[in-house]
């Protein structure tokens, strides 16, 4: 199976199982498909743990099992970049290191 039918499995699956608010479910879409381009530690730099693990729940996936670290467009995110640049990423995820510009995805992420 390749990997885009392997996500609208993913996305099949969810969207046929859930009950609940439908902003949960639109939002845990989204970030199944950010997830691929950006890489799960994109995931994490703009969403907090609690978001993720909701989302996962809703797709039934583990993030950091199923997206590489990174992806083909996470040198688009400046949120990503400047985490980077830290020698501890989970500290910018918890919010010990500030993050500026962490949500904002851009063409020239060092201008951010």
């Known amino acids: 199976m390749t990997e885009h039918n392997q996500l609208m499995q993913i ?3 969810a969207i046929l199982n859930y009950s609940g608010d439908i902003d949960v479910l639109n939002s845990a879409l989204g970030m199944l498909f950010t997830g691929y381009y950006y890489g799960w530690r994109f995931l994490y730099i703009v969403h907090s743990k609690r978001t993720v693990r909701k989302y996962e729940k809703v797709l039934n996936i583990k993030v950091n099992e199923y997206f590489q670290p990174t992806g083909t467009l996470s040198h688009r ?3 990503l970049i400047e985490a980077n640049k830290h020698s501890n990423f989970w500290k910018c995820v918890s919010g010990d290191i500030q993050i500026p510009n ?3 995805i851009t063409d020239d992420p060092q201008s951010a």
């Open 11 to 13: 996305a099949q699956t």
């Open 77 to 79: 995110s400046a949120g």
């Open 102 to 104: 962490r949500k904002l």
